[in-house]
């Protein structure tokens, strides 16, 4: 599971900040956006989850289904004999009918968690 924790920039603004450079599950993997506008939330911080199966499914649908009408087609072609002027042509067209074949993970894959700032106690 991969959980990003964000706060907000400025009391009453609708930016958050990512502050980790790195989610739970891995040690790193990049530069974070610098902020993200986020109108919907009412607490100072927000951690957004997201689950490793629905992080596979991205995986899936974004680079093995295109990769994976690459290869298929490659060996079609090479069991074919095509010539490799045909090939290449099969080859770019399976994969961009692999990229169309994607299927978006929707929004509710991302659960997030509001941290409320805490008044004082009197």
């Not at 530069?31 to 995986?59: N, T, Y």
């Not at 289904?65 to 090479?78: F, G, I, N, R």
């Amino acid at each position: 599971m991969s959980v990003i924790k964000l706060e907000r920039v400025s009391s009453g603004s609708s930016t958050f900040h990512a502050m980790d450079n790195a989610c739970e599950g891995c040690i790193g993997c990049g530069i974070r956006p610098a902020s993200i506008s986020l109108p919907h939330v009412k607490g100072e911080a927000v951690f957004i989850e997201m689950s490793a199966d629905k992080q596979w499914r991205m995986l899936f649908n974004s680079w093995i289904k295109p990769l994976l009408m690459l290869v298929t087609t490659s060996l079609v072609c090479s069991n074919l004999s095509l010539s490799p002027v045909y090939e290449s042509l099969m080859l770019v067209a399976a994969f961009v009918i692999g990229f169309f074949l994607c299927r978006p993970v929707d929004a509710s894959a991302l659960r997030s968690e509001e941290v409320l700032l805490e008044g004082p106690d009197e």
